[in-house]
């Protein structure tokens, strides 16, 4: 297994937006802490733009992922949208299941030529899911919103949080999941930061249990399955006999790049270190070459197990978990069952 040793990483995969941290839900797991009101710091339009004319520059043009809070929750969604679109970037949309997520806006949302939704999915009953979103009715919700997304034309990807709650769920979810027709499950292993505490991810050795059902899984799906928070993940299939995906993991600063509503650049919604500020900035040159970045690419920086592991190169470990633990990215990470040796 190789691994991209350029540090500069001339081009990310994905760049997820942070458009807003408004919503209405109060999930207990929340990244950005979401409030109800938008925050005046917001990036104004014209600063949005500037931004995507930037982020033109990359070699690649990455996959744009607008996000939140809620993107719903800004009256100028529209015109955001189709500065991306209108620029070339394959544009994807994750909103928070609410009262604005409907039909109309779906469908105006493939008529602007936005290629994809994803819709989070905690739970594979309502009693589960809705607990975990604060809001009785989420789950029902996201179902009719999953269906309006597939007759609209536009793929649909399931994200789901693994923690305690659900890590019991997973083969009911992932039948779920198949009957909903997705193109992609992206499987989210709780990390502890914004609102989620330590208690609400799981062990090393539940986590390895979670990757091993879902690497037999992957075999089996006709759709793309993934995880974040767990890039050992790779390690898992490779053990198992099962192929691997080619290229290195995408995860912080490698292949990912992270805007937040204030236009904070980090490796990762979930690793909150800043690498500057956008568009004071330019958020190409800040992928390619502040020191976060290109520190966060080389593991000759990794500590503990993780800098002595075989998998150094192809995994690296979640930097995010290893952060929100011991307060240092380049720790071990405690959620790696080989890592901790347990």
């Known amino acids: 297994m190789t691994f991209m040793t350029d540090r500069r990483h001339p081009s990310p995969h994905v760049v997820t937006w942070e458009l807003t941290r408004a919503c209405a839900l109060h999930c207990r797991h929340c990244r950005a802490e979401a409030l109800r009101h938008r925050d005046p710091r917001e990036l104004s339009l014209d600063a949005i733009q500037q931004v995507l004319e930037d982020l033109r520059r990359f070699a690649h043009r990455p996959i744009m992922v607008f996000t939140g809070g809620d993107p719903l929750e800004r009256p100028d969604l529209p015109a955001i949208q189709r500065a ?4 070339g970037f394959h544009t994807a949309m994750a909103p928070s299941v609410t009262p604005r997520l409907t039909p109309e806006a779906i469908r105006e949302w493939a008529e602007r030529g936005i290629g994809s939704v994803s819709l989070s999915l905690d739970g594979a009953s309502a009693a589960v899911h809705d607990a975990f979103r604060g809001q009785p009715g989420t789950f029902d919700a996201t179902l009719l919103a999953a269906l309006a997304i597939r007759e609209a034309g536009m793929k649909l990807q399931i994200n789901s949080s693994v923690g305690p709650h659900t890590a019991g769920e997973l083969e009911a979810m992932g039948n779920l999941v198949k009957r909903l027709g997705v193109s992609s499950w992206e499987v989210f292993f709780v990390i ?17 249990d979670a990757l091993c059902w879902l690497a037999a899984y992957r075999s089996r799906a006709p759709f793309r399955v993934t995880t974040v928070g767990a890039p050992q993940f790779r390690r898992v299939l490779h053990e198992m006999g099962y192929s691997v995906p080619e290229g290195p993991t995408v995860r912080e600063a490698q292949g990912f790049m992270f805007i937040s509503h204030t236009g904070e650049v980090f490796p990762s919604g979930y690793l909150p270190v800043s690498a500057g500020t956008v568009p004071a900035s330019s958020a190409v040159e800040l992928y390619q070459e502040s020191p976060l970045f290109q520190a966060l690419r080389n593991s000759d920086r990794l500590a503990g197990r993780c800098g002595t592991c075989a998998y150094a190169r192809t995994c690296g470990g979640s930097r995010a978990r290893a ?13 790696c069952s080989s890592a901790v040796g347990a």
Do not use: F, M, N
């Open 84 to 87: 991306a679109v209108d620029r």
């Open 192 to 208: 502890p930061t914004g609102r989620a505490r330590r208690s609400e991810q799981l062990s090393a050795k539940s986590i390895e």
């Open 323 to 335: 952060y929100a633990v011991a307060g240092d990215w380049a720790a071990e990470d405690p959620g």
